[in-house]
């Protein structure tokens, strides 16, 4: 009974693999699968693709509402960042596996803004935490998000991993976004290393900054696992498709692309 009793009270990560070192260990062939799929699907008749439930439901449901949820983690999250303990991470991290970040993560963040008392510098190293720490997706998130609300060009590698996978590539490059002054080409950099929803969430934030951003949104930009049309439009218009179809020349890499985007488009 002791026994049962005290492995009830240790903090759910404990024992586990973080998701972080766990994309860190796959290098540059990041699969689709995380070490919590079993927990987190428990139950459920379907299975997403890696980015799909968070991609699907951004693009085609409501804004996020605040709730009485969300305030709770807003309140426990305020109290760690004004006096860090422990036991105070555990009931945090407890609320987050079990909340849908991607239906108020907006919402939260927008409360956390506004939240008194909040100490930025323990708020960021908490965040840093989730992150870096822990071993389920929705805490993940949700301190990936958080890093969002910072200058945090001292994390981009820890960005930049994991947003490498689909999961967490539209936390990434929100967090990218707001908080880098070089983020469109932090953003250009990840963009070619992933492929479906990630890359989608991506080019959608991309600015065709430099031609060779355009030359890549032409060539390869469309392309994705999920569907073309949702980048086809984008990026024949950034790109500046009718231009360089215009010129005297047309390689083969850009007649591909061209050719995905006008079948779709």
């Known amino acids: 009974m002791v026994i049962f009793f005290d492995r009830a009270k240790r903090p759910l990560w404990e024992g586990r ?6 994309i860190q260990g796959q290098g540059e062939s990041v699969d689709g699968s995380l070490p919590d799929d079993e927990e987190f699907w428990s139950g459920s008749k379907i299975r997403w693709v890696a980015g799909g439930m968070d991609g699907a439901f951004g693009h085609h449901a409501g804004p996020a509402k605040m709730t009485d949820e969300a305030r709770e983690l ?12 422990n036991s105070t991470r555990k009931e945090l991290y407890a609320k987050l596996v079990k909340t849908d970040m991607g239906g108020m993560i907006d919402a ?16 960021f190293l908490e965040a840093k935490w989730f992150a870096e720490n822990a071993a389920h997706r929705n805490v993940v998130k949700f301190g990936i998000a958080t890093l969002g609300l910072f200058q945090n060009e001292q994390v981009k590698e820890l960005l930049l991993t994991l947003g490498r996978h689909e999961e967490f590539t539209l936390y ?6 707001n908080g880098m002054e070089n983020s469109n080409q932090v953003l250009f950099e990840l963009a070619q290393r992933v492929h479906g929803w990630g890359k989608i969430h991506i080019v959608e934030r991309l600015e065709p900054a430099t031609q060779e951003i355009k ?3 032409l060539r ?42 006008i079948r779709v488009g």
């Open 17 to 22: 693999a973080s998701i972080y070192s766990y």
């Open 74 to 85: 807003v309140h426990l999250l305020a109290k760690q960042s004004r006096k860090p303990k």
């Open 108 to 123: 939260v963040l927008d409360e956390v803004r506004k939240q008194p008392g909040i100490q930025p510098g323990a708020l």
């Open 172 to 177: 990434a490059a929100v967090a990218i976004h």
């Open 215 to 217: 030359d890549w949104l």
């Open 220 to 261: 390869q930009g469309c392309h994705n696992s999920v569907m073309n049309e949702y980048l086809a439009c984008i990026c024949a218009r950034n790109g500046g498709l009718q231009e360089a179809l215009s010129a005297d020349r047309v390689d083969s890499a850009l007649f591909d692309g061209a050719t995905d985007i």
